[in-house]
């Protein structure tokens, strides 16, 4: 009996059936000929005349269709492409993405209060009406109540020294030297504040975790310079010299699941909960209070025995389609969609909450201001200044919506079937 996995002996199959060794080696080996003489030239500036440019190239390498350019590069986004300008380079177009609404979802929170329509853009059949209905049975029990907990957009620079005690002795000067080394980072922004700087030692290596409120932005960018700034203000004054230091250390967690962001929070910290009578729960969920509760202590242990960071059903799903509405870094998903999901029974009544400790959203900057998702988060009522709080904690109602409905449909059994009739015999 082979001690080999099944797995690996079927690739090899097929990779035998498909190739000879010769034809693998030749099909690996570096080709000349595919070397481009000349690689893409772009404008540093976004206007219909790059778009033509880049179109032009791509038409001469033998890549771009003719059927390609009027529908990526159509007379609106030519017409609009100075808005893009300083959200990408080397632009050919628009791509656009179904988008569909949920709501209204009744919100009982400290910054989001009211009915809200929230605008969700995906491909993925069935998406939209899953939360549409988390959210309409949250709405029939009286809303979801939200709060904002904590909030703090972390950036961690790191530094090399020769020793141990020359990185203690850049601690010690570090904490004595925290109010000049805040004023350098406060002065790249006007609405960055740095509220916390943690050091962490590793050996010869010292992190230093600069923690900030980002006013109504998600901030990204807004801590980098302002780190930036705080990390040369070191190397021109601390009298302790790295060997060498880099702007981010990979110890901030971003764009990345992390026990510190879990732990500490990376962004906005936000909790949404709901109390569902049980009639309701068996009149929309068709399932049973019980049922439910079954299902999510079997969920918990799922999470637990497979190393998950945190316990829930798919925060991601809701959070990608939200985050490309209205202008959010998709790629903060990574770590947004990282939190606890809790179901209780409370008397005949079920409980269920949610806590998300990174959510990274922002109601100005970004790509907030671009046509699209400037009209979506119109549509929301939570477009620009004074909104980024409110907009944290629709993502985290959102998101309870969410988990109400898929855990709804698998403990009824409908998951699957739901999924065929809306994704295959619509």
């Known amino acids: 009996m082979s ?47 790059s778009i033509a440019s880049l179109w032009r190239q791509l038409h001469a390498a033998g890549v771009a269709t003719e059927a390609a350019e009027p529908v ?67 709405t029939k029990s009286g809303g979801v109540t939200t709060a904002l907990l904590n909030e703090g957009v972390l950036r961690s620079p790191g530094f090399k020294f020769a020793g141990l005690i020359d990185a ?68 021109e004054t601390c009298p302790i010299k790295p060997l060498h230091w880099f ?8 764009k990345k699941a992390s026990y510190l962001g879990l732990l500490t929070g990376r962004g906005r910290k936000v909790s949404a909960s709901v109390i569902i009578p049980g009639p309701l729960v068996e009149k929309h969920l068709h399932v049973s209070v019980d049922r439910m509760m079954a299902y999510g202590e079997m969920a918990n242990l799922g999470a637990l025995l497979s190393g998950q960071l945190g316990a829930q059903g798919h925060y991601a799903n809701g959070l990608a389609a939200f985050y490309i509405a209205t202008g959010q870094d998709a790629a903060c998903v990574s770590e947004s969609a990282v939190g606890f999901t809790r179901m209780e029974r409370r008397g005949a009544d079920l ?20 046509p699209s998702q400037s009209a979506a988060l119109s549509l929301l009522g939570l477009k620009g200044t004074g909104h980024g709080a409110a907009l944290a904690e629709v993502a985290a109602a959102l998101c309870l919506c969410g988990e109400i409905s898929i855990m709804g449909a698998i403990a009824a059994g409908h998951f699957a079937s ?8 619509r």
Request: aromatic share 6%.
């Open 72 to 138: 990526l590069a159509d007379t609106q986004t030519l017409t609009d492409a100075a808005a893009y300008c300083a959200n990408i380079e080397a632009m050919i177009g628009t791509l656009k993405l179904p988008l569909g609404v949920i709501g209204p979802l009744v919100i009982n929170g400290l910054n989001a209060n009211g009915a809200y329509y929230l605008p969700l853009a995906t491909t993925e059949a069935a998406l939209v009406a899953s939360y549409a209905r988390g959210a309409a049975v949250a």
């Open 168 to 235: 203690g002795l850049f601690v010690e000067w570090v904490t004595r030297n925290v109010d000049d080394l805040q004023a350098a980072a406060e002065a790249t922004t006007r609405h960055g504040k740095l509220i916390s700087l943690e050091p962490m030692i590793d050996n010869d290596i010292v992190f230093l975790l600069c923690r900030y409120t980002t006013g109504d932005a998600a901030g990204q960018n807004m801590v980098t310079i302002a780190t930036d700034a705080l990390c040369r203000r070191i190397e």
């Open 418 to 425: 739901a999924h065929d009739k809306l994704a295959r015999r």
């Open 3 to 49: 001690i080999i996995p099944s797995s690996v002996l079927r690739l090899l199959d097929r990779l035998r059936a498909s190739y000879t060794v010769e034809q693998a080696r030749s099909r690996m080996s570096h080709r000349a000929e595919l070397v481009p003489q000349r690689a893409l030239r772009s404008s540093r500036v976004t206007d219909a005349a």
């Open 351 to 370: 409980f269920i909450s949610v806590t998300l400790p990174n959510i990274l959203v922002g109601s100005v900057g970004g790509g907030t201001g671009l």
């Open 247 to 254: 702007i981010e250390a990979n110890f901030s967690g971003d």
